[in-house]
């Protein structure tokens, strides 16, 4: 399944935020955990990770530093910062509450043939 | 993780495509080239082979164009491009990035150094006057020795030449406020300013392209020069209202110490901030020259009328003549440089007919001049100033009438535009050697007067 662009965009900020909550990580790295954490349907094109990264460090929610990797190249690792957390809080209760709100209508709302098949 | 000499072309190649794309920075393309090796590696690590892999891998990165223009929506500043004086540290392994900040600042500080040495031992008089290119000219040439990392061989050509002025310009028993005193001290910036050249193209003199780049420089460094220039001036004024106002008198301390320091020293550090931005900034000659290009061409035409309203050519004063060759040596001088910004492979068009009429109003003006000073000769006879006036003439005359011949040709499309541009840089020896036959072999023929 194929999850929509929009959405995807949307829930980019939150995504890398909440990665980052684990600790400091590179780009490539990043976009690996976002594949295995969405089992493949959440998938960005890689290069727009990094514009993405850029204005969150911009805002002040992450902080960059040039590293080493094992192969000996320049790497960029991205932390997240105090500020980034209490975003990532605030961001957290919004999603809560949007997430309650489509579960409610989803619950009573009449659901489409396909899906209720499964339910029976 | 084994990587493959096609690969790592492949990888360059498209290091080359990204860096093209201005919103994207070096460091940038670091971080994203790291990103492309490392799905490559995974995707070798499935099984594909090199080309499979990195062609997964680019696909993965995403449409370019999209992603350049979402770099360029978090970074709008950089399409101002910026000139980063102390370049970020993206190439490591190299010189530290303030070394070269740290050698221009050393030469221009040794200019300063040279010049005020020269204004204590030679008084400030004519013999200051004949040596101040000499003072200044070896550090401009030090920092493309430098930069350039010239050879044992080019530094020497460099040297022969510049002793044997030095040599020439001191021995020689100048009349006081002799005529050929005040000749050689005009010319031999001209021989120095060309052995810069020299020094600017790398030794590769024999190069079109790159005599061409030297007159790009020379054009960007005039401006950068006066508005260093201009900035200076407001610093110093607003400083010196401020001391004169609390009763200080700052005049001595410009004289002795600031003007000898800056006036030279600004010299280098404006060489280097061409040098420095000519990969970052769009030139500004291309504006300049179409702005400049119409209102030279008015201002010949005004002069041409009011000659020919003032008649008589005899009568024309020397000092006018003094005063129309250096407007013409300023037309040349735009006509080089407008035709430097050109887009040689562009198509004939508007800018060009324009050049033309600036090559054929100058040629006229040039024409009343020639006239003028052979008149002048009949009647009053030689002088070291006529015939170096007549010479300078004579070889402006060749210029722009060879110029024109190859607009025309070019404008009716007989001619490539590179023929115009190789006959400009062919042409440009002929002065300096001019300049130096005036600054060695006038003076003994005219018996230093």
């Known amino acids: ?58 805002l002040g929610y992450v902080s960059s530093s040039w590293g080493t990797s094992e192969a000996g190249r320049r790497r960029k690792h991205y932390a997240i910062t105090p500020e980034g957390r209490a975003v990532l809080a605030e961001r957290q209760e919004q999603w809560t509450v949007v997430a309650d709100a489509l579960r409610q209508v989803w619950q009573t709302a009449q659901r489409p043939p396909a899906a209720a098949e499964g339910w029976a | 993780m084994e990587l493959h000499a096609e690969l790592e072309a492949q990888i360059d190649r498209w290091r080359g ?52 223009r979402e770099f360029a929506r978090e970074h709008s500043e950089r399409l101002w ?48 006057a004949r040596n101040l290119g000499l003072l200044v000219f070896p550090f401009l040439a030090s920092y493309f020795v430098w930069k350039r990392r010239l050879t044992v061989q080019v530094a020497a050509a460099l040297l022969v030449p510049f002793a044997a002025l030095a040599v020439v310009l001191n021995i020689y028993p100048f009349a006081p406020g002799g005529s050929t005193e005040i000749l050689a001290v005009l010319h031999a910036p001209v021989v120095l300013w060309l052995l810069a050249g020299v020094a600017y193209v790398g030794g590769r003199w024999r190069s079109d392209g790159r005599r061409m780049d030297f007159a790009r420089f020379t054009g960007e460094l005039a401006i950068y020069y006066t508005l260093l220039a201009l900035g200076g001036a407001v610093l110093i004024g607003l400083t010196f209202a401020v001391l004169q106002i609390v009763g200080a008198d700052p005049e001595p301390l410009l004289a ?41 061409i008015a201002m ?90 007549l010479g300078l ?28 541009e190789r006959w400009q840089t062919q042409y440009l020896p002929v002065y300096g050697a001019w300049a130096a036959i005036v600054v060695v072999v006038f003076p003994p023929v005219f018996s230093f007067a």
């Open chain 2, 256 to 296: 002795e110490w600031i003007l000898p320091f800056a006036i030279p020293g600004a010299l280098v550090v404006a060489a280097w901030l061409v040098e420095a931005k000519q990969n970052v900034v769009e030139n500004i000659a291309p504006v300049l020259t179409r702005v400049f290009t119409p209102l030279t």
């Open chain 2, 81 to 128: 491009k910026q000139l980063a004086l102390v370049p970020e540290g993206s190439d490591d392994g190299g010189a530290p990035p303030w070394r070269e900040l740290a050698v221009v600042l050393a030469l221009a500080v040794g200019a300063g150094l040279a010049v005020k040495a020269g204004v204590a031992w030679m008084d400030g008089g004519a013999g200051l």
């Open chain 2, 300 to 389: 010949l035409l005004a002069i041409l009328a009011v000659l020919a309203a003032a008649g008589g050519l005899v009568d024309i004063d020397r000092n006018l003549l003094i005063l129309m060759d250096a407007i013409l040596v300023l037309v040349l001088c735009l006509l080089l440089y407008s035709i430097s910004a050109r887009d040689s492979l562009a198509p004939p068009g508007l800018s060009d007919a324009l050049q033309l009429a600036l090559v054929v109003t100058a040629l006229a003006v040039d024409a009343v001049m020639l006239t003028a000073m052979l008149t002048r000769i009949a009647e009053f006879g030689f002088s070291p100033n006529k015939i170096a006036a």
């Open chain 1, 1 to 58: 399944m194929r999850i929509e662009k929009d959405l995807v965009a949307a829930a980019a900020t939150p995504l890398v935020l909440g990665i980052l909550m684990d600790g400091e990580l590179y780009g490539y790295a990043i976009l690996k955990r976002v594949g295995e954490l969405s089992g493949g349907s959440m998938q960005w094109t890689d290069g727009m990770l990094y514009p993405l990264l850029h204005r969150l460090e911009r």
């Open chain 2, 393 to 420: 003439n004579l070889l402006l005359l060749v210029h722009l009438v060879r110029a024109g011949w190859l607009t025309v040709g070019f404008l009716r499309g007989q001619r490539r535009f590179t023929a115009l």
């Open chain 2, 17 to 68: 495509y990204v860096q093209r794309r201005q919103a994207i920075s070096a460091a940038d393309i670091d971080e994203l080239e790291d990103h492309l090796r490392e799905q490559i590696a995974d995707r070798q690590a499935t099984g594909l082979d090199d080309e499979e892999a990195f062609l997964v891998a680019i696909k993965r990165l995403g449409n370019l164009d999209a992603v350049s």
